[in-house]
């Protein structure tokens, strides 16, 4: 004779809309999380593509002076070093507004 095993507790359509509820708020933490590191990993990697650009140019500031330089902080260094970083950063800008803009372009083109 078999029988059948009862757990002892019952799955109601209320546990299971509760289960459902915790496991979409656990996705959109997970989402939120990773465009953060995202965001994080391109900032990281402006800066460093910036200081290593200007570092074969002879500038000799460092990653944490240019990132200071982003943020808008004041920094002590010759003048002529902290406009080469304003302008690598001006031309990263108009690099990637560019880019965007030819993305969108060829989206249009495609349709």
């Known amino acids: ?13 209320k546990s299971i809309n ?3 509820e915790i496991s979409a708020q656990i996705e ?21 593509t910036i200081h290593g650009s200007l570092a074969i140019e002879g500038n000799k500031l460092s990653e ?10 004041h920094v002590v260094a010759p003048l002529r070093e902290i406009q080469e970083v304003r302008n ?3 031309t990263y800008d108009a690099f990637f507004i560019m ?4 993305s ?3 989206l249009m083109e495609t349709d």
């Not at 933490?29 to 590191?37: S, T």
């Not at 995202?38 to 990697?45: A, E, V």
């Not at 944490?64 to 902080?73: L, Q």
């Not at 880019?99 to 030819?102: A, D, E, F, K, V």
Request: aromatic share 8%; hydrophobic share 45%.
């Open 28 to 48: 959109r933490y997970a989402i939120r999380m990773e465009q953060e590191d995202g965001l994080m990993l391109r900032k990281i990697n402006r800066i460093k």
């Open 99 to 102: 880019n965007l803009n030819l």
């Open 88 to 90: 690598a950063i001006k």
């Open 18 to 20: 509760l289960i459902a």
């Open 64 to 73: 944490s002076m240019i990132t200071e330089i982003i943020e808008g902080k």
């Open 104 to 106: 969108i372009r060829f």
């Open 1 to 13: 004779m078999t029988s059948k095993y009862q757990p002892p507790f019952s799955i109601s359509a």
